[in-house]
């Protein structure tokens, strides 16, 4: 959980489904365009269905949707990790 939030996914103990669908929600989140087919395939054959993967994009655009709105209304943001005191 550290890395995760610490944004070391790469160091993250995920399986290869949850790492291929964090790699995903960060290339929808960073630059939705330049998502292909390919990517989506790619989650298919890690074992996530269609119903997920659109889950996963919905999550991930509302996320940024949100933040978006804050930003524009100076809500300060909120460290929830720290707050909450997560560990591994």
């Keep these: 959980m550290q890395a995760l ?51 996963a994009v919905y999550i991930t655009a509302l996320f940024a949707f949100f933040n978006r709105v804050a930003d524009a209304f100076g809500i300060p943001p909120q460290n929830y990790l720290e707050m909450n005191k997560l560990t591994d």
């Design 5 to 55: 939030a610490a944004g070391k996914l790469e160091e993250a103990e995920l399986s290869d489904a949850e790492r291929a669908l964090l790699e995903y929600a960060g290339k929808v989140t960073e630059a939705a365009y330049k998502t292909t087919a390919e990517d989506v395939q790619l989650l298919r054959d890690n074992g996530w269905t269609d119903p997920q993967i659109a889950e």
